[in-house]
């Protein structure tokens, strides 16, 4: 079966630090992968999706970037952390071939 | 502007009444996705459906697609305190796998 894991849980940073969030999935092969951020009132917005490695497509201009050096391992990060970061981050997968996407723990992040 | 509304925004409802909530979209839908999320946690998978005028059902929770596509229900037949959370919807509204969200709705189930 296949499992999505995202680490850390919780972090916070003071406001101009780098960020670097980890997500990786076990389980299947050539997923399309996903970085959502989830702010309090502003419902689930998408960041990023890949559809393979070294693919990355920016869905909105921000503060923020993403990775994939691996097929299963999706990494997002910062220069420099903004107040305007601070929300909940989730990962997510989805099969190329279907719609739906499976999603991980998701991290809260807090900047100071 | 936001691409799906969801409704009510909040519910609460005593324990073993039923509840429907709804998900509405002005655009025609590819596809249309219902997850739940308990605060904190990401959000499970619950149904996907994709056909005008379809149903599914898992457990005592029933999910439904409009004809046209564009709008959607989600009915909880004797809700139990486990039903609590937020429910979202997810809809793929350009063919891309890429899914846009309502703001959910927030249902308490009172024991």
């Known amino acids: 079966s296949q499992t999505i894991h995202q680490w850390p849980a919780t972090l916070v940073q003071p406001v101009g630090s780098p960020l670097s969030l980890e997500c990786t999935v076990e389980?299947?092969?050539?997923?399309?992968l996903y970085w959502y951020r989830q702010a309090a009132g502003r419902g689930l917005q998408l960041l990023f999706y890949?559809?393979?490695?070294?693919?990355i497509s920016s869905e909105v201009p921000q503060n923020l970037s993403a990775s994939r050096p691996q097929d299963r391992q999706f990494i997002l990060s910062s220069k420099k952390l903004l107040l305007s970061d601070s929300g909940f981050y989730l990962c997510?997968?989805?099969?190329?071939?279907?719609?739906?996407?499976?999603f991980g723990p998701g991290t809260r992040l807090t900047v100071l | 502007s936001q691409e799906l509304e969801q409704s009510p925004q909040s519910l609460i409802v005593q324990e073993g009444k039923n509840l429907t909530i709804n998900c509405t979209s002005s655009?025609?839908?590819?596809?249309l996705y219902w997850y739940k999320q308990k605060y904190g946690e990401g959000l499970i998978f619950l149904m996907m459906?994709?056909?005008?005028?379809e149903e599914k059902s898992h457990e005592k929770i029933t999910a439904k697609l409009d004809e046209k596509k564009q709008q959607s229900s989600l009915h909880i037949t004797a809700s139990q305190p486990s039903h609590a959370g937020i429910y979202l919807c997810?809809?793929?509204?350009?063919?891309?796998?890429?899914?846009?969200f309502g703001k959910g709705n927030q249902v308490v189930v009172i024991p």
């Open positions: 890949s559809v393979g490695i070294g693919q």
């Open positions: 997810g809809a793929d509204i350009n063919g891309n796998n890429r899914l846009a």
């Open positions: 655009k025609t839908l590819y596809g």
């Open positions: 389980g299947t092969s050539n997923p399309n």
């Open positions: 459906l994709q056909k005008g005028g």
């Open positions: 997510a997968w989805g099969a190329a071939a279907r719609g739906e996407q499976f």
